[in-house]
């Protein structure tokens, strides 16, 4: 079997004919093409998912002391949220205002990321054992402003 590079400078290093030489170079040249083009649009899509890189930082939230209370996270412009839980007790987390709906629990020694409309606010954390005794959480809050293509 015969050794060469690919892509060979040039087709003769591969024991083809005129006519297979013209194919493959054709499909080389169709191969470059679709790559630069799926390049651009590698590009083009990161550009528009992951916008422009704005703010990132660090929060507390100290559980409410009546214990069956949620208290929202602070105040914090962001598309993202990570929650870490180190306080020796499972949380339970749900959006701000979502009534009967079963909250996510958070055990303890875990960390997990959810999406924010607009501000970090959106989200409410609480004990599961509902205690009054007070524990706080940290998170980092992540902003995100996505890029204008007009």
């Not at 493959?24 to 649009?41: F, H, M, R, S, Y």
């Not at 990570?82 to 007790?89: I, K, P």
């Not at 599961?128 to 402003?145: E, H, K």
Request: proline share 5%; glycine share 6%.
């Amino acid at each position: 079997m015969p050794s060469y590079q690919f892509p060979p400078s040039n087709f003769n290093q591969c024991g083809c004919n005129d006519n297979q030489k013209t194919i493959l170079q054709k499909i080389l040249d169709l191969l470059l093409a679709l790559g630069q083009v799926i390049t651009n649009n590698l590009r083009l899509i990161a550009s528009v998912v992951l916008g422009q890189f704005e703010a990132v930082g660090t929060f507390n939230v100290t559980t409410n002391a009546t214990g069956s209370s949620y208290q929202a996270l602070p105040s914090n412009a962001a598309t993202a949220i990570r929650l870490n839980n180190n306080t020796g007790t499972d949380i339970e987390v749900r959006l701000v205002g979502s009534g009967s709906t079963t909250p996510e629990i958070l055990p303890d020694g875990n960390s997990v990321t959810y999406p924010v409309a607009a501000n970090s606010n959106e989200w409410e954390v609480r004990r599961v054992d509902q205690s009054n005794t007070t524990v706080t959480l940290t998170g980092t809050f992540i902003y995100i402003q996505p890029i204008s293509h007009a």
